[in-house]
């Protein structure tokens, strides 16, 4: 536990972010080639 499980934790944040981050610009390029 402390400074480790904190990192830990923070990791699947950022990871997560991504995951999302990932979806969202994916989304997006294929509804611009859809709508294009």
């Known amino acids: 536990m402390g ?3 904190i ?3 923070g990791q699947v944040i950022v990871q997560n972010n ?3 981050l990932y979806e969202i610009c994916t989304t ?9």
């Open 7 to 9: 990192f830990l934790q």
């Open 18 to 20: 991504k995951d999302v």
């Open 28 to 36: 997006g390029v294929i509804s611009m080639l859809y709508l294009s």
């Open 3 to 5: 400074k480790e499980q």
